[in-house]
């Protein structure tokens, strides 16, 4: 891929060459300035390792660690915290061109990047594909992502809209499977970013709490909160799609998190609608523009979605902060990089919702940006070209 690195910085350029729209470039360069092709390309590719985080209350990280290594794994496990376990992520490779291609959305263009087969609802397009047919896995920009064998055809994919439809057999990346694995079947391992594990490491919470999730699908972080309190007190999660949070449930149930209860709900007017909640802590992880996921295929979030998604984040910091008990422990958690869904929305709590930012534990980022008092650099951030990952973390104390 050709680069812009030795010359200045031109968003239209950059634009052209990543396929990143230039909005959202504007967005990001106010952060990174002339870091941000190295951030960029960093976006297109899934890092080098990929994390799953053992279920301690199923087993140890050493028993799954050396399951998974008998397994044929090159499992590693973190050095500061002892559930997240690794492995190495390998690639980039070449694809072989095929003579007929299939056209799968931007969500499993991404999943496929790093190996995963395409299941019928993911494909946008196919063309006469019959069973057994080699085919190439493109994105909705025509972009090869990988190469595969149809196991159904075109009749079926987009008559049944169910089931495997292509399995790969050679893509851009390679990263194991786990899901799988019967350590995963039994509830031992959920797969998981670093940053995330952490997120639910800085809100620390212990056993016996009473201990909010506001926006808790597809359950890892919630299930994770459960794991840290020892299936003791109890953990109260939210989210307005009954779907979703039904998967959630099943997820919490694989992993055995007796001390769960769900709801369908609008996190935003708890406040109103349950006048007694007052839990110690409460995790805000509301929806973002996911900038920071990789790979990316594309992205062209607009400047006007990041700001209403901004806006949206702010009312769920609003109802945490007038529900967490007095001196309670608020944490805030996005996968993106712009100022006004990180720093600036930190800020917003800490001026207009009587939080005080506090640091944090652990601290495996970088300090977040300064901005106005300086307060912000307590935040914790993840940067795509340093950390494989793109993610903020906030932490608040409510005050008396």
Same mark, same amino acid.
């Given at each position: 891929?050709?680069?812009?690195?030795?010359?200045?910085?031109?968003?239209?350029?950059?634009?052209?060459?990543?396929?990143?729209?230039?909005?959202?470039?504007?967005?990001?360069?106010?952060?990174?300035?002339?870091?941000?092709?190295? #951030?960029?390309?960093?976006?297109?590719?899934?890092?080098?390792?990929?994390?799953? %985080?053992?279920?301690?209350?199923?087993?140890?990280?050493?028993?799954?660690?050396? !399951?998974?290594?008998?397994?044929?794994?090159?499992?590693?496990?973190?050095?500061?915290?002892?559930?997240?376990?690794?492995?190495?992520?390998?690639?980039?490779?070449?694809?072989?061109?095929?003579?007929?291609?299939?056209?799968?959305?931007?969500?499993?263009?991404?999943?496929?990047?790093?190996?995963?087969?395409?299941?019928?609802?993911?494909?946008?397009?196919?063309?006469?594909?019959?069973?057994?047919?080699?085919?190439?896995?493109?994105?909705?920009?025509?972009?090869?992502?990988?190469?595969?064998?149809?196991?159904?055809?075109?009749?079926?994919?987009?008559?049944?809209?169910?089931?495997?439809?292509?399995?790969?057999?050679?893509?851009?990346? %390679?990263?194991?499977?786990?899901? =799988?694995?019967?350590?995963?079947?039994?509830?031992?391992?959920?797969?998981?970013?670093?940053?995330?594990?952490?997120?639910?490491?800085?809100?620390?919470?212990?056993?016996?709490?009473?201990?909010?999730?506001?926006?808790?699908? @597809?359950?890892?972080?919630?299930?994770?909160?459960?794991?840290?309190?020892?299936?003791?007190?109890?953990?109260?999660?939210?989210?307005?799609?009954?779907?979703?949070?039904?998967?959630?449930?099943?997820?919490?149930?694989?992993?055995?998190?007796?001390? #769960?209860?769900?709801?369908?709900?609008?996190? !935003?007017?708890?406040?109103?609608?349950?006048?007694?909640?007052?839990?110690?802590?409460?995790?805000?992880?509301? @929806?973002?523009?996911?900038?920071?996921?990789?790979?990316?295929?594309?992205?062209?979030?607009?400047?006007?979605?990041?700001?209403?998604?901004?806006?949206?984040?702010?009312?769920?910091?609003?109802?945490?902060?007038?529900?967490?008990?007095?001196?309670?422990?608020?944490?805030?958690?996005?996968?993106?990089?712009?100022?006004?869904?990180?720093?600036?929305?930190?800020?917003?709590?800490?001026?207009?919702?009587?939080?005080?930012?506090?640091?944090?534990?652990?601290?495996?980022?970088?300090?977040?940006?300064?901005?106005?008092?300086?307060?912000?650099?307590?935040?914790?951030?993840?940067?795509?070209?340093?950390?494989?990952?793109?993610?903020?973390?906030?932490?608040? =104390?409510?005050?008396?």
């Amino acid at each position: 891929m050709k680069t812009a690195s030795d010359r200045p910085l031109n968003l239209r350029e950059l634009s052209e060459i990543y396929r990143f729209s230039e909005e959202t470039l504007g967005e990001l360069l106010p952060v990174y300035g002339s870091e941000l092709e190295a #951030v960029v390309r960093a976006l297109k590719s899934p890092g080098k390792r990929y994390f799953v %985080r053992v279920n301690t209350l199923k087993a140890t990280p050493e028993n799954v660690k050396m !399951r998974l290594a008998e397994r044929g794994f090159d499992v590693s496990q973190h050095e500061s915290i002892p559930e997240a376990l690794w492995v190495p992520i390998e690639g980039p490779f070449e694809v072989p061109e095929c003579l007929k291609k299939v056209m799968v959305d931007k969500f499993t263009a991404e999943s496929v990047l790093q190996g995963a087969n395409v299941y019928a609802p993911g494909i946008a397009r196919c063309n006469r594909i019959k069973m057994g047919d080699n085919v190439n896995i493109i994105d909705d920009e025509g972009e090869t992502l990988a190469s595969g064998i149809a196991r159904m055809n075109e009749t079926q994919i987009l008559t049944f809209r169910k089931g495997l439809a292509i399995e790969v057999t050679e893509s851009k990346y %390679r990263v194991p499977s786990f899901r =799988e694995t019967r350590e995963y079947l039994e509830g031992l391992i959920y797969p998981q970013s670093l940053p995330a594990i952490v997120t639910s490491r800085v809100l620390d919470p212990k056993p016996g709490e009473v201990v909010l999730d506001m926006t808790c699908a @597809p359950g890892g972080k919630l299930s994770h909160i459960s794991q840290l309190m020892k299936n003791q007190g109890r953990v109260i999660g939210v989210d307005r799609n009954r779907r979703k949070t039904e998967g959630t449930m099943e997820t919490c149930t694989r992993l055995g998190c007796s001390n #769960v209860t769900l709801f369908v709900h609008d996190s !935003r007017y708890l406040s109103a609608d349950f006048t007694t909640l007052k839990p110690d802590r409460i995790l805000v992880d509301p @929806p973002c523009s996911a900038i920071g996921i990789m790979p990316k295929v594309y992205e062209y979030a607009p400047k006007s979605e990041i700001e209403a998604l901004a806006r949206y984040q702010k009312q769920f910091l609003e109802d945490a902060s007038k529900i967490v008990k007095r001196s309670g422990k608020i944490v805030y958690s996005v996968c993106t990089l712009t100022l006004q869904e990180c720093e600036r929305n930190a800020l917003y709590a800490a001026t207009t919702c009587n939080l005080s930012i506090k640091a944090q534990s652990p601290m495996l980022g970088d300090k977040a940006i300064s901005i106005d008092n300086g307060s912000t650099e307590q935040c914790q951030r993840f940067h795509p070209h340093k950390h494989a990952a793109g993610f903020f973390i906030a932490c608040f =104390e409510r005050r008396a």
